[in-house]
């Protein structure tokens, strides 16, 4: 599967973002599906993680509470919302996907195919 990330851009602090994830294929809905960020300097990181049905989600302590992962299969697309964006969260998200695994395993290292990666940046 290819995976396409957009939604991108620069916020101000308090606001909100919605990311994208477009796959290719028609096995979309096998895929349990992952969002990760990469800050400069730092560790790539999980964000969430939603699984294929769309019915569980699990989200990283650092957006739990402000943030929603979701799917529609029937697009072949995976979004998460972030609101109350801080500074902190400025980063490289990635989407992610895996056929085997759930998405309660957050490692990076359990999915096989990644995106590109689109740019957040949180600055006033």
């Known amino acids: 599967v290819q995976l396409q990330a957009s939604g991108g851009g620069s916020v101000q602090p308090g606001g909100s973002l919605r990311l994208s994830c477009v796959a290719s294929?028609?096995?979309?809905?096998?895929?349990?599906m992952g969002w990760f960020r990469q800050a400069p300097g730092k560790e790539r990181e999980f964000v969430a993680a939603?699984?294929?049905?769309?019915?569980?989600?699990f989200y990283s302590d650092s957006v739990r509470g402000r943030s929603t992962i979701s799917r529609d299969n029937a697009k072949n697309t995976a979004f998460i919302q972030i609101a109350s964006l801080k500074p902190e969260d400025t980063a490289v998200y990635y989407c992610?996907?895996?056929?085997?695994?759930?998405?309660?395993?957050?490692?990076?290292?359990?999915?096989?195919?990644w995106g590109q990666g689109t740019l957040v940046t949180v600055s006033s």
């Open positions: 294929g028609d096995t979309f809905n096998l895929y349990t």
């Open positions: 939603i699984s294929q049905g769309g019915r569980r989600e």
């Open positions: 992610a996907a895996k056929l085997y695994g759930t998405a309660y395993e957050p490692g990076a290292d359990t999915y096989r195919y």
